[in-house]
């Protein structure tokens, strides 16, 4: 037993859940402090090339996108330059406000879908594209990672495809296969790490597991490589049906 928002609970994936919800409420108050604390470094994202690195391996369709953790957008506002389509799923209402104003003028693309932070059970699919940028190394729960990642799977179309960027280089000891549920704060210090590459077979495991056939593992320099005790690499981990 731990103490927890000044009450005793057994930790687990609800629990935690609980918690991510809190802190991302705190950080999504206003239009503002969404793009100052829940992507931070917001100018310094905006000059990454996210979507390059996203597509590097990509062979499928342009039609139809999702961005797994969108926030207000800003990654689906990039990527509608290169499908017809791109929804949002996010685990906050606030930041999907916050995206309607962000992306007006492109609303008839896009369509915004609040997960419930244990999965991503959306009203949609036949996906060509499922992608997630700055949100799967947040998750220090292994069965809620996985479970996203299986309904991703179960999202795309037949020939659909993933990317995920997490982050790469560092060990603060919590691991992809760990369920590390005892964290009273998110983002930063309380991501999963993986720290080097003997850590991949974890990884490919779980997505063959889930169904994916052909798995590629990408290393990237991080948009902030010189921050300490931090990812000074992102990795790019793509996967096809």
């Avoid at 997960?115 to 729960?141: A, E, K, M, R």
């Avoid at 994916?212 to 931090?230: A, D, G, Q, R, V």
């Amino acid at each position: 037993m731990i103490l927890f928002l000044n009450k005793k609970y057994k930790m687990n994936k609800e629990t935690y859940r609980n918690m991510q919800v809190n802190e991302y409420n705190k950080y999504s108050v206003t239009y503002d402090s969404c793009k100052d604390k829940c992507v931070g470094n917001w100018e310094v994202h905006e000059l990454y090339p996210y979507g390059e690195y996203l597509l590097e391996n990509y062979n499928g369709k342009f039609d139809k996108a999702l961005d797994f953790g969108c926030g207000m957008g800003r990654m689906i506002k990039r990527m509608l330059t290169k499908f017809k389509q791109v929804d949002g799923a996010d685990l906050i209402s606030k930041n999907l406000e916050h995206g309607v104003k962000y992306l007006e003028g492109n609303l008839d693309k896009v369509k915004l879908y609040q997960t419930d932070g244990l999965s991503c059970s959306i009203d949609s699919g036949n996906y060509d594209f499922v992608y997630s940028t700055i949100c799967i190394q947040h998750i220090c729960v292994h069965e809620t990672r996985y479970n996203i990642i299986n309904d991703f799977y179960n999202l795309l179309n037949e020939t659909g495809e993933i990317c995920i960027q997490v982050g790469f280089g560092w060990d603060n000891g919590n691991h992809w296969l760990h369920n590390t549920y005892n964290v009273n704060s998110t983002n930063a210090g309380n991501d999963f790490t993986i720290p080097n590459e003997s850590h991949f077979e974890f990884i490919e495991k779980d997505l063959k597991k889930i169904g994916f056939n052909t798995i590629h593992f990408t290393i990237k320099e991080s948009p902030h490589p010189n921050i300490l005790n931090y990812h000074p690499k992102w990795l790019f981990i793509h996967g096809k049906k």
